[in-house]
């Protein structure tokens, strides 16, 4: 039963990597058409929070039993991410930004053993190592480096935040009163879209461009189409089957399959958009699968109770022995 329960979180997680990698190549048409990126991020989360407003009100009770994890979630988990990633993208390259912001998982690693005081498995330590490195070859991070402290600072921020994405995502998953995934995730992006409202003023957005068509490969698809998929399979399919991965694995294990993304992101770009995948990205790839498996099956197998010795077994043959 336990083995059909990490099974199916893998499963899960494999199926949000998908989801979340395959938002870019619906965004980035978008925001070449004249979307600013904030905006989009604002299309993205609202959106979102739109959709699973039902699940809110369903859901209403936990604003008064978890008021702190919604707010963290919406903050850290949702509106955190999207607007730390986009300022260290317009001031560092594309690479190193995505790159920083996925050294989520490393950091989460450091926070679990760290702060939290829990062991880590050298499984799931080691799958995070390969996977950096192979990130690092699928971005190419040595092509085009410049570096611009602000924008290195608001990376490692995306980073944190992302981190911090597996531990809310976690939070109270072994309690009685656990809360229920879907309401934590309504929430989040109700409180994202309030966040996000602020940042990227959506009252200066040019909404004729979602009245048209945007060029992706060489089709052109009309901008409903495409905003659709962000918000509905890159954010809220996306978000759904994340969080419960979380709640099946672990945050450090899945944390690492969300290395994943990138690779998944490259490869629809590069099959959809033309983008060229060179070989250290089919390299890196490669590397990144191997540190999510790596990770994912070693972690460490419950403690089995011990036995108590039998009447007349070893234990009494052993004091029999020493009293003679």
């Known amino acids: 039963m336990q083995a059909s329960g990490k ?26 058409a004249g979307l600013d990126p904030l905006h989009m991020v604002w299309l993205r989360v609202a959106g979102a929070a739109l959709v699973l407003s039902p699940l809110a009100w369903r859901h209403r ?25 986009f300022a260290s993208l317009s001031r560092i390259p594309v690479g190193v930004a995505l790159l920083l912001e996925y050294l989520g998982p490393a950091l989460l690693l450091g926070y679990i053993r760290f702060v ?30 410049s570096l611009d402290p602000l924008g290195v600072l608001f990376g490692l921020a995306a980073a944190c935040c992302q981190a911090f994405y597996f531990v809310f995502a976690d939070q109270g998953a072994d309690g009685d009163d656990a809360p229920d995934p879907l309401g934590v995730i309504a929430y989040g992006m109700l409180v994202g879209a309030l966040v996000m409202t ?23 698809v009309p901008a409903p189409v495409l905003l659709a998929w962000v918000v509905l399979v890159a954010t809220v399919f996306a978000y759904l089957t994340g969080v419960v991965s979380v709640r099946r694995l672990s945050p450090q294990v899945a944390g690492v399959v969300a290395f994943l993304e990138a690779v998944v992101a490259t490869v629809l770009a590069w099959v959809l958009l033309g983008e060229y ?18 990770a994912q099956s070693s972690r460490p197998s419950p403690p089995v109770p ?13 004091r029999e022995t020493t009293t003679a």
């Open 7 to 32: 099974n199916a979180g893998l499963g899960l997680a494999l199926v949000s990597a998908f989801a979340f990698g395959g938002s870019g190549v619906a965004a980035k048409p978008l925001i070449e």
């Open 61 to 85: 009770d936990l604003v008064l039993r978890k008021p702190l994890l919604l707010a963290g979630f919406g903050l850290v988990a949702v509106a955190g991410v999207q607007a730390f990633y």
């Open 116 to 145: 939290q005081r829990k062991p880590v498995t050298r499984g799931a330590a080691a799958g995070a190592a390969v996977a950096v490195v192979g990130l690092a070859c699928v971005v190419e991070i040595w092509s085009g480096l």
């Open 198 to 220: 602020v940042i990227a003023r959506p009252w200066e957005m040019d909404w004729q461009v979602l009245g048209g068509q945007a060029s992706v490969g060489a089709a052109m």
């Open 277 to 294: 995948l060179s070989t250290w990205q089919i390299v890196g790839g490669g590397l990144v699968l191997g540190g999510a498996f790596i």
């Open 306 to 318: 011990p036995v108590p010795p039998a009447v007349g077994g070893p234990a009494l043959l052993d």
